[in-house]
């Protein structure tokens, strides 16, 4: 079957929703706009889904290992005979697998902003800048050339800002927007610079035979790249540190995780969309793409498995103390995004050599990666989901104003229980068979890592839990609400979590159009972890067979219940047992409450150090100097100017004088000096 | 060129006039004698004093030049005079010595005529010019009708043609010689 | 008569150009300067005959020059005249100074 002929729609179709919904949206549109963007979307997936069975299932394998397919390939600019920026799309199971959760979860924002943005005055732009944003994303996925990927990686950066900052009259959202951008293109340029030596050093840009250039071990290019040093270091490894620097800012990677956190001021549609799913995921792709390559390199490998760690150790911590659900919701994905790093970073590498049974030496880890990838798409997809749910009621973020909301949205509480379940590791849901997966990969190859990710997944279903209990639960028996109230009862009290009344509850749960991804979402965090992901999933393309060791798995999944129960003891009925904690924990709580200060080190040192040092040298050269030479020779102008103008006096008389003054030193230069 | 007195410099003028026509005179060439006299002193003197008069500004003294000026002019003047009179005290004028004979009837047979060295087509050329600048003149000095001053123009007019037509008498003079 | 050397000639016709042009420069009534510009015209008439008479006796093109000169010269202080006039409608005053439309 011909791939080519509906691949490329994939991603052009949403384009052609943004140009469309963008130049039309606003005044011919409005609400139809979004049923556009919807049917256009649900095309999208279609297709994905449709490709994804071709690929999978009928005509991908040959030879028992997944092909690597180019349907399309279009010499865009060309530098040299062997060096070109092509267009192209390249199928191979991770970009398959890419295509279809980024139109899925795609189609499900799509809808549910049907019913939150509803009102919105700006509907058509919103829907538009979503399109923008899913084309971007596609086309990311697809890329067949390392620098496609950096093109639309920037366009998956601009889109993203664009969508943070959709409220633009609050400024928090337009500083939160601009941090994002910011980061994120400051981590780019590391990605330019290891893109650069990359393809000067293979001498080629697109990906197939970059990789393949790379990783043989006979290939003259790897001997030239890994033998010259730099500081020390081969040039090798600086490459794909750069190139990882990259995805650790698109991924918010301690540290520069900064911005995510501050990126929650953007819709809660977008957040699902972008900070759960797809856009964040971008830097594991881009490991998973250079996988061969990183595998070669061992230094690299490390620095993504500890940045991995750490962060998803620290994203946990910080989680535990944060009142604004979805700031929770925030570190949550880092937390998790660090999981799949570090699980690229202990992953083997198949090849010819491994043994089949040998999961790990497979690549277990690579595969674990992809496999919470997707599974970690559809149950954070979810939660944000539910968090927008909660907040289109209560019309407020902070955990303090929420409490017992179980009565009054059944189905989002349940959508809300299943996912954290999920995310807890507990099994059959989806979350327990990836995490499970990353811990056995981690435990064959590192075993700090493991002990690392075990802390972790414990403190994950911790703070889970503890939002799940403080938004659906925690309210004192006798008023427990099951009708609407009035708007201003009771004032809040800012000690723990869950004392105050919600504030406004004059809505339902929702429309339809709200509750029906929460129900797919929800159906599909149950299902998707029955999928045999090492089959299809695998650093070379052969499938494999991954077992389940159920003794493994008693140790995470003891540890995560242990998590809830502290949860459940703390937050199910509201006491004040948090506080006590806190004062007890203190200065730990403080430090966690703060985000450990990362933030005000960053302010400190762009304030400080680059305004002052760089910023204000540069303004003022720029004000005086520069400025000061156009004005000056502008000045001296229209001095000399003043000056000449004299000349032109309109005295017939003076004219004849300079006229014949004119001549006569014309007669003296022929006669004498004319030789 | 000094007096303050414009009536008086037309005198001057008049007196200048005459002494290059005797200048002509002692040249031989009283052809070019009698014509400046007719022409310059009878037209254009007589022009230039009737205009004196229509800009009723005869008897008043005109108003003196910043010295600046005068001084500048007065050095530029004798600078440009000296240079040109030492060229042409340096350069060797070879005299010649052939014949002169500037009778009145050879030059008119070559004015009109159409040989070599005939200038009868510049002399058809000027005569247009002629044409040209009487219209010229009088279109320059017409007023509308119905103004203070049409009265002046029309005196205007009439000395201009006068002035032209002189000199079409002159010409025809010549021709008919 | 020919025993006058050509130079002394010439001297007279470069003064009298001279002085024609210090009065142009100098003058401020529009009517001198045109009768300066007439003396300056004779003074290149003179010119023309001299080198003729000198330099060229066969030819006769001094000749011819200097007629044609004054002729034109004829019209154009008559056109000049003209201009005068207007300017005096215009201005009432012949003084160049009073003139400038043509200042910045």
Not at chain 1, 330 to 356: C, D, H, K, P
Not at chain 1, 577 to 595: S, T, V
Not at chain 1, 596 to 613: A, G, H, R, S, V
Not at chain 2, 102 to 124: C, D, H, N, R
Request: hydrophobic share 50%; aromatic share 14%.
């Amino acid at each position: 079957m011909n791939y080519s002929s509906y691949i490329a729609l994939i991603p052009l179709l949403p384009l052609a929703s943004f140009a469309v919904l963008g130049l039309f949206g606003k005044k011919y549109f409005k609400n139809l706009s979004g049923i556009i963007g919807c049917l256009v979307l649900l095309t999208s997936t279609l297709l994905s889904l449709y490709a994804a069975y071709h690929y999978f299932f009928v005509d991908g394998k040959i030879n028992g290992s997944y092909q690597t397919l180019i349907p399309l390939k279009y010499t865009w600019l060309s530098f040299s005979d062997s060096l070109s920026i092509d267009m192209g799309i390249i199928l191979d199971p991770i970009s398959v697998m890419m295509l279809v959760v980024v139109t899925f979860v795609s189609l499900m924002v799509h809808i549910f902003s049907l019913g939150y943005m509803k009102g919105e005055e700006r509907f058509g732009t919103y829907y538009s800048f979503l399109s923008l944003f899913t084309f971007s994303m596609l086309g990311l996925v697809v890329a067949s050339n390392i620098f496609q990927i950096y093109i639309f990686w920037e366009l998956v950066g601009v889109s993203s800002y664009l969508l943070i900052g959709f409220y633009y009259d609050r400024p928090s959202a337009v500083a939160a927007s601009k941090k994002a951008f910011i980061v994120t293109r400051f981590a780019d340029l590391g990605f330019l610079v290891g893109i650069l030596i990359l393809g000067f050093q293979s001498e080629t840009l697109d990906f197939n035979t970059l990789i393949q250039r790379l990783t043989d071990i006979h290939s003259p290019q790897l001997l030239a790249i890994a033998s010259t040093s730099f500081l020390g270091i081969s040039l090798l490894t600086w490459a794909l540190t750069l190139v990882f620097i990259g995805g650790a800012g698109k991924s918010a990677m301690f540290p520069l995780h900064i911005w995510l956190p501050d990126a929650m001021e953007g819709p809660t549609p977008v957040s699902a969309l972008i900070h759960a799913a797809t856009m964040v995921v971008a830097g594991v792709y881009l490991v998973a793409r250079l996988f061969p390559v990183f595998h070669i390199n061992e230094a690299s490998l490390h620095v993504v498995t500890w940045v991995g760690a750490v962060s998803a150790f620290l994203a946990a911590v910080i989680a535990c103390t944060q009142t604004d659900i979805k700031r929770v919701l925030a570190y949550s994905t880092m937390s998790q995004i660090g999981y799949m790093m570090f699980a690229l970073g202990v992953s083997g590498y198949g090849g010819e050599n491994a043994r089949l049974t040998d999961a790990v030496g497979q690549g277990l880890g690579y595969t674990a990666s992809m496999f919470h990838l997707f599974t970690h798409a559809f149950f954070k997809s979810l939660l944000f989901l539910c968090a927008g749910a909660v907040i289109h009621i209560v019309h407020s973020n902070d955990m303090k104003d929420m409490g017992g909301l179980r009565k009054l949205m059944p189905i989002t509480s349940i959508a809300f229980l299943i996912a954290c379940l999920a995310i807890a590791g507990i099994p059959p849901f989806a979350g327990f068979f990836s995490k499970e997966e990353i811990l056995m990969a981690a435990w064959q190859n590192h075993p700090a890592i493991y002990y690392i990710g075990l802390i972790t997944s414990g403190i994950t279903a911790f703070y889970m839990f503890r939002l799940y209990f403080s938004i659906f639960w925690n309210r004192t028996p006798d008023s427990q609400l099951t009708t609407p109230l009035a708007a201003d009862r009771v004032p809040p009290s800012a000690l723990a979590v869950g004392q105050g009344l919600p504030k406004a509850q004059h809505h339902s749960e929702g429309t339809l159009s709200m509750k029906l991804p929460l129900v797919i979402l929800a159906i599909g965090t149950l299902l998707v972890g029955f999928i045999p992901f090492s089959k299809f999933i695998s650093p070379d393309g052969k499938p494999f067979v991954s077992e389940m060791h159920l003794t493994f798995s008693i140790v995470p999944v003891a540890i995560a219940t242990i998590g809830i129960f502290i949860a459940y003891r703390l937050y199910f009925r509201r006491s004040d047992r948090p506080e006590k904690l806190a004062a007890a924990l203190g200065g730990l709580y403080n430090a966690a409450y703060r985000k450990f200060y990362i933030d005000e080190i960053y302010l400190f040192i762009t304030k400080k150090i680059i305004f002052n040092l760089v910023g204000k040298p540069a303004a003022w050269i720029d004000r005086n100097i520069v400025d000061g030479t156009m004005n000056g020779i502008a000045w001296t102008t229209g001095r000399i100017s003043v000056l000449i103008k004299g000349v032109q006096s309109g005295r017939v008389q003076s004219y004849a004088l300079y006229f014949f003054g004119g001549i006569v030193v014309l007669i003296i230069v022929f006669l004498y000096l004319w030789k | 060129m000094t007096t303050r007195k414009i009536f008086r410099s037309a005198i001057w003028l008049l007196f200048s006039l005459i002494g290059i026509a005797a200048l002509y005179f002692w040249l031989q060439v009283e052809f070019i004698a009698a014509v400046q006299i007719i022409v310059y002193v009878g037209g254009i003197v007589v022009l230039i004093i009737f205009s004196i008069f229509l800009t009723q500004q005869s008897g008043n003294e005109m108003p003196k030049q910043p010295l600046k000026r005068t001084i500048t002019s007065a050095l530029a003047v004798l600078f440009g005079f000296g240079l040109t009179f030492l060229q042409i005290w340096k350069y060797n004028f070879q005299p010649s010595t052939k014949n002169f004979d500037w009778s009145v009837s050879k030059i008119g047979s070559q004015m009109l005529g159409t040989k070599a060295a005939g200038y009868a087509l510049p002399f058809e050329v000027v005569s247009m010019l002629l044409l040209a600048a009487m219209i010229g003149c009088i279109v320059i000095a017409m007023k509308a009708p119905g103004s203070a001053t049409s009265g002046k123009a029309k005196e205007e007019k009439l000395e201009t043609i006068k002035e032209a037509s002189e000199i079409e008498i002159t010409i025809n003079e010549i021709t008919g010689t | 008569m020919s025993d006058v050397p050509i130079s002394h000639i010439l001297f007279v016709s470069t003064a009298l150009f001279f002085i024609g042009m210090y009065g142009l420069f100098t003058r401020r009534n529009m009517i001198t300067m045109l009768m300066a510009i007439e003396l300056i015209l004779n003074s290149v008439n003179i010119n023309f005959v001299v080198f003729n008479k000198y330099l060229y006796p066969e030819n006769l093109d001094g000749i011819f020059f200097t007629i044609f000169i004054i002729t034109i010269a004829a019209a154009e202080a008559a056109v000049a005249i003209a201009i005068i006039i207007n300017l005096y409608r215009s201005h009432r005053s012949i003084d160049v100074e009073n003139a400038g439309e043509m200042k910045w």
